[in-house]
């Protein structure tokens, strides 16, 4: 009998509606989901790529010669950290990965060549050795007064809150979604008992038991959610396929943001979105019916 009681209410004209609704609250989910995963690598990526390095700038003297003088304490500065424990190289940038770095703010046309930019040494840390950042500092501006050094824990924090905020926004939508639908699909089963009131109170009568007359409903809701879900899904995951070859056609990444496409081993956890979905419903709808009946009868 189990098997024949999601045959026996008709499916409503009216379905249609809330499968739109839920394809759609399927298709928010995931990108959500989706965004959490993005945060989460950048977060990581960010971190791999700083955690290991320092930057020390040397700015172009005020007085004098600023081209002699910033020549000079950047030799100063280089045999600094190469005499420094701890660190296991240090080069000085070029004048083309500087003008890279400042891309993004001036342009590729602006013009820089009269601009006297200040020198950056990039400087890796041994694997599992610590660096006496400050004691590096006081050192370094002894030798040269326009040296500064930079170790990112401030933007490696900083990029940590914002990718944080990310990822509890993106788990704030999920929960408001999860709501949405199990509140979009009680108002629907509630209605369609409210329509099917005669066969409801006809297999009453004949002895159904509340347990059955929800199986005739929540498999119902949860076969049209699993398949209305998994068409938003599949929604969601084109558009990170298509986020992520948009620079075949020209367009261009947004510069310090991470790229909005997914990579295919984080394609499978949009899968969780249906199940999620379905079960949701059909939870929703086991509950809404046997509160509904036992009201009645």
Same mark, same amino acid.
């Given at each position: 009998? &189990?098997?024949?009681? #999601?045959? $026996?209410?008709?499916?409503?004209? =009216?379905?249609? @509606?809330?499968?739109?609704?839920?394809?759609?609250?399927?298709?928010?989910?995931?990108?959500?989901?989706?965004?959490?995963? !993005?945060?989460?690598?950048?977060?990581?990526?960010?971190? &791999?790529?700083? /955690?290991?390095? +320092?930057?020390?700038?040397?700015?172009?003297?005020?007085?004098?010669?600023?081209?002699?003088?910033?020549?000079?304490? #950047?030799?100063?500065?280089?045999?600094?950290?190469?005499?420094?424990?701890?660190?296991?190289?240090? &080069?000085?940038?070029?004048?083309?990965?500087?003008?890279?770095?400042?891309?993004?703010?001036?342009?590729?046309?602006?013009?820089?060549?009269?601009? @006297?930019?200040?020198?950056?040494?990039?400087? #890796? $840390? !041994?694997?599992?050795? /610590? $660096?006496? !950042?400050?004691?590096?500092?006081?050192?370094? %501006? %002894?030798?040269?007064?326009?040296?500064? !050094?930079?170790? *990112?824990?401030?933007?490696?924090?900083?990029?940590?809150?914002?990718?944080?905020?990310?990822?509890? /926004?993106?788990?704030? $939508?999920?929960?408001? +979604?999860?709501?949405?639908?199990?509140?979009a699909v009680s108002f629907a089963t509630r209605a369609g008992l409210d329509a099917h009131h005669?066969?409801?109170?006809?297999? *009453?009568?004949?002895?159904?038991?509340?347990?059955? +007359?929800?199986?005739?409903?929540?498999?119902?809701?949860?076969? /049209?959610?699993?398949?209305?879900?998994?068409?938003?899904?599949?929604?969601? #995951?084109?558009?990170?396929? =298509?986020?992520?070859?948009?620079?075949?056609?020209?367009?261009?990444?947004? @510069?310090?943001?991470?790229?909005? &496409?997914?990579?295919?081993?984080?394609?499978?956890?949009?899968?969780?979105v249906p199940m999620a979905t379905s079960l949701i419903a059909w939870a929703t709808a086991r509950?809404?019916?046997?509160?509904?009946v036992k009201a009645i009868y």
């Amino acid at each position: 009998m &189990s098997d024949r009681a #999601t045959y $026996i209410l008709p499916r409503d004209k =009216g379905a249609a @509606p809330l499968d739109f609704v839920i394809a759609v609250m399927a298709f928010l989910a995931a990108l959500a989901l989706g965004a959490s995963l !993005v945060a989460t690598r950048a977060a990581h990526g960010w971190q &791999s790529g700083l /955690s290991d390095r +320092i930057t020390v700038q040397v700015m172009p003297p005020e007085q004098g010669d600023a081209r002699a003088g910033l020549d000079s304490e #950047t030799k100063v500065t280089l045999s600094v950290l190469d005499a420094t424990p701890g660190i296991a190289h240090a &080069s000085l940038l070029s004048d083309a990965q500087i003008n890279a770095l400042v891309e993004p703010w001036i342009g590729k046309d602006g013009a820089v060549s009269g601009i @006297p930019l200040p020198r950056l040494i990039d400087a #890796t $840390i !041994v694997p599992g050795e /610590s $660096i006496d !950042v400050n004691g590096l500092a006081a050192k370094l %501006k %002894k030798a040269a007064p326009h040296a500064s !050094v930079d170790d *990112h824990r401030r933007w490696i924090s900083r990029l940590h809150g914002v990718a944080d905020a990310v990822r509890f /926004s993106a788990y704030g $939508i999920l929960l408001l +979604i999860a709501g949405a639908t199990a509140a979009a699909v009680s108002f629907a089963t509630r209605a369609g008992l409210d329509a099917h009131h005669e066969m409801v109170a006809l297999l *009453h009568q004949m002895g159904a038991l509340p347990s059955f +007359i929800a199986r005739a409903v929540e498999w119902h809701y949860f076969l /049209s959610a699993l398949f209305a879900a998994a068409l938003g899904t599949l929604c969601a #995951t084109l558009f990170f396929l =298509g986020a992520g070859g948009l620079e075949i056609f020209g367009v261009e990444a947004v @510069p310090f943001l991470p790229p909005l &496409s997914l990579k295919w081993i984080e394609f499978p956890w949009l899968g969780a979105v249906p199940m999620a979905t379905s079960l949701i419903a059909w939870a929703t709808a086991r509950i809404s019916v046997l509160s509904v009946v036992k009201a009645i009868y």
